[in-house]
C-alpha cells in the first residue's frame, strides 16, 4: 500500500490532471472512497460533491443498486467485442434510450467517451450527405461559447474563443459559429435573437451538413441557459434548408435540467443526439450517439453500405449493464420532483450572492446552480468552500454546482451556503 505522501510523490512526478500544468500543477487532494453525495479524503476528511463528478454521479456513490448490477455483470462477462456478437445489456440499454429520447431517433451506436459520441455524431452528418452524392455539404455550424470535447473535430466545434482555435489554428476545420443564444431561458423571446444563426443557415446551407448546439442550456462555455422557442426556431431552420440537427445532450441529459432531456422543454426532436455523463450513474465510461431511422438507412445506402466506425470497446458490457441499471433507478424514482426541489433550493440558497460586489449574475436551471462572478475566479474560492466542506471546481468567472439528485435538503443548504460565503469572502 502507498502512503499518502507517496501517492502525491508520484502525483507530482508522473501523473498529469486534466487542463493542468505537468511541472506546476494545481493542489490535489487524495480521495479514498465515496458514499452517497460525500467524498472521504484520505486525512479522513469528507467534502460534500456539488459537481456530481462532471455532471455523470446523479445517484449518488458506491449505489448498492449499481453495485449489485457490476458485480452481477462481472460475474458473466466484463467485456466481449461487438463486431459480430451481441448481447442483453447492449440490446436493453438501445431499447431504453430508444424509449425515453425524443421519437424521431431510432438507432443507436455505443462509444466509450463524450467527445467520441461527438465525433461519431459528426461523422453520421458527414456520411449522410457523402450517401446523397452531395460532398459539398460537409461544414459545421455550432454556437458561440458552445463545448463539444477534447478531440480536435469536437475542439472545431467548440468556442471560436476558447484558446483552442488560436492553438490549433492550422489544424481544426474551419466551421461557422453563431452568436451566443441572448434569450435567456424563462424570458421572452424577440425575433432578433435568431438572427445571427438563421443569417447562417440560409447563407450556408448549401455547404452545411449540420447544426449542432448543446440544447437549452451551453454547460462548460458559460453555463448559459437559454429559451426552448430558440431551439424551436433552429430546428425548424433546419428542416426549411435541408441541414441535419446535432443535439450534444451529454451535459444536459438524463433529467439534469428539470425534463428528461433538454430537447423537451422546446418539444423537439434532433435528427442526431449525443449523451454520455449519466448514462451510467458517473460509474465507468460509456457514451452513445443516436440518430433517425432516415439517417441510418441513407449512411447504410452509401457508398460505402456501412457507417464507418467502430471503438475496440463499443457496447461494453459491464458499462451497459450499469447503464441499464441507472436507468432503472432514474425512471422508477421521482426524479422530476427531486430536480425540482433541488432547483428552488438553489435559486433561493444562492439568491443571497446577487448583492455581493463581486457578482454579475445568479441563475438556476433543473440541478444547476450557478453564480457568475465579474471577474476570473481565484484560487481561493475553491480552498474556501473545501474549507466549507464542499467539492467544487470554479472556472473561468463561474462558480457552478450541479448536485447528484439524491442530495438532501440539508446537504444543499450546506451546499449553497459554502458557495455564497466563499465568494462573499472575495476581496474587492
Ligand atoms: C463533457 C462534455 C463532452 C465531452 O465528453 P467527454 O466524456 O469528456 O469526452 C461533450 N459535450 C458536452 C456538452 C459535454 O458536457
Not at 442483453?88 to 425515453?100: G, K, M, N, S
Not at 466509450?112 to 452524392?133: N, P, R, T
Not at 433529467?255 to 422546446?266: D, Q, S, V, Y
Amino acid at each position: 500500500m502507498l502512503t499518502i505522501d507517496q501517492i502525491l510523490q508520484i502525483d507530482r512526478d508522473h501523473l498529469w490532471h486534466p487542463y493542468a500544468s505537468a511541472l506546476t500543477p494545481p493542489p490535489v487532494l487524495p480521495v479514498v472512497s465515496a458514499e452517497g453525495v460525500r467524498l472521504r479524503l484520505a486525512d479522513g476528511r469528507e467534502l460534500i460533491d456539488g459537481v456530481s463528478s462532471w455532471w455523470s454521479v446523479i445517484h449518488g456513490y458506491n449505489h448498492p443498486v449499481l453495485n449489485a448490477a457490476a458485480t452481477e455483470q462481472l460475474s458473466k462477462m466484463s467485456h466481449v467485442m461487438f463486431g459480430g456478437l451481441t448481447h442483453e445489456p447492449a440490446a436493453r440499454l438501445a431499447r431504453t434510450l430508444v424509449d425515453i429520447t425524443p421519437a424521431a431517433l431510432t438507432r443507436v451506436f455505443f462509444s466509450d467517451s463524450g467527445s467520441v459520441a461527438v465525433e461519431v455524431a459528426i461523422k453520421m452528418a458527414l456520411q449522410y450527405w457523402l450517401g446523397q452524392g452531395r460532398a459539398e455539404k460537409h461544414k459545421l455550424l455550432a454556437l458561440k461559447t458552445g463545448y463539444h470535447g477534447d478531440t480536435f473535430m469536437t475542439m472545431a466545434v467548440s468556442d471560436p474563443d476558447d484558446g483552442m482555435h488560436t492553438l490549433f489554428n492550422q489544424i481544426l476545420p474551419k466551421n461557422l459559429f453563431a452568436d451566443t443564444p441572448a434569450c435567456r431561458f424563462g424570458e421572452a423571446f424577440e425575433e432578433r435573437h435568431i438572427a445571427s444563426i438563421k443569417t447562417l443557415i440560409e447563407q450556408h446551407c448549401g455547404e452545411l451538413a449540420a447544426v449542432i448546439l448543446e440544447p437549452i442550456a451551453q454547460a462548460y462555455g458559460g453555463m448559459n441557459f437559454y429559451a426552448p422557442e430558440y431551439l424551436r426556431r433552429v430546428r425548424a431552420l433546419c428542416d426549411e434548408h435541408d441541414v441535419l440537427l446535432i443535439a450534444d445532450e451529454i451535459a444536459t441529459g438524463f433529467g439534469r435540467t428539470g425534463e428528461l432531456f433538454a430537447c423537451n422543454h422546446a418539444g423537439i426532436s434532433p435528427d442526431i443526439m449525443c449523451v454520455g455523463k449519466a448514462l451510467t450513474g458517473g460509474y465507468i465510461t460509456l457514451a452513445a450517439t443516436l440518430c433517425s431511422e432516415r439517417v441510418a438507412a441513407i449512411i447504410s445506402h452509401g457508398a460505402q453500405g456501412a457507417f464507418m466506425h467502430g471503438p475496440t470497446f463499443m457496447a461494453n458490457p459491464l458499462a451497459c449493464a450499469i447503464g441499464n441499471a441507472s436507468l432503472g433507478l432514474l425512471l422508477s424514482q421521482p426524479w422530476q420532483r427531486n430536480v425540482q426541489r433541488i432547483e428552488a433550493q438553489l435559486r433561493d440558497g444562492l439568491e443571497a450572492a446577487r448583492a455581493l460586489p463581486a457578482v454579475r449574475d445568479v441563475r438556476a436551471l433543473g440541478a444547476i446552480g450557478v453564480i457568475e462572478l465579474k471577474r476570473p475566479v481565484t484560487p481561493d474560492v475553491q480552498a474556501g468552500l473545501i474549507e466549507r466542506g464542499v467539492w467544487l471546481r470554479p472556472f473561468g468567472r463561474l462558480v457552478y454546482t450541479m448536485p447528484p439528485y439524491v442530495m438532501d435538503a440539508a446537504d444543499v443548504q450546506t451546499l449553497t451556503g459554502a458557495m455564497v460565503a466563499a465568494v462573499a469572502a472575495i476581496p474587492n
